[in-house]
């Protein structure tokens, strides 16, 4: 049959089309790293001394049910100039969004028992 040449190449190239298809959502995720939650960025940055909103490095001075978190204005101001041993995030200040979406992470972080 004459057909049959035809017909594989029609189905090497629906092949092609799915494997295409298949692949995109991988390159589309690594586009999306740059979009992390504030649960990634707090992860990153903060939770190594605020293990679950606390204060390992100050246990008095908890993250979770500050006064800092008053308002977006207040935290950011904090972030810009921490003082004793909270560290400075250049790139956690310098970055808008970013500062929003820590935010509202640790806005809804539950008190701890020690607050
Ligand atoms: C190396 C440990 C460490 C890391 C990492 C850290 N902090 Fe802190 N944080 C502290 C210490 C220590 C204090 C208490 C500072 C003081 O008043 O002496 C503090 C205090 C705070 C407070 C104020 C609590 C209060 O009521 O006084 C907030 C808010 C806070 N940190 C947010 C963050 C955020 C957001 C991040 C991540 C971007 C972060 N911290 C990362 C150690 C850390």
Redesign the pocket.
Same mark, same amino acid.
Do not use: E
């Given at each position: 049959m004459q057909q049959t040449g035809s017909h594989r190449v029609l189905k090497s190239a629906s092949i092609f089309v799915f494997a295409a298809f298949c692949l995109s959502p991988i390159s589309y995720a690594d586009e999306k790293k740059a979009e992390r939650s504030g649960e990634d960025i !707090?992860k990153q !940055? /903060?939770s *190594? /001394?605020?293990v679950a909103g606390g204060?390992t490095?100050?246990p008095k001075? =908890?993250?979770a049910g *500050? *006064? @800092?978190?008053k308002s977006i204005a207040t935290?950011q101001k !904090?972030?810009e100039s =921490? =003082?004793?041993?909270? =560290?400075y !995030?250049k790139s @956690?200040v310098e970055d808008k969004s970013v500062i929003k979406k820590?935010y509202e992470y /640790?806005r809804k972080l539950p008190k701890t028992a020690g607050a």
């Open positions: !707090y !940055y /903060c *190594s /001394c605020h204060n490095a100050k001075k =908890p993250l *500050s *006064s @800092v978190l935290f !904090y972030l =921490p =003082p004793g041993h909270m =560290p !995030y @956690v820590l /640790c």
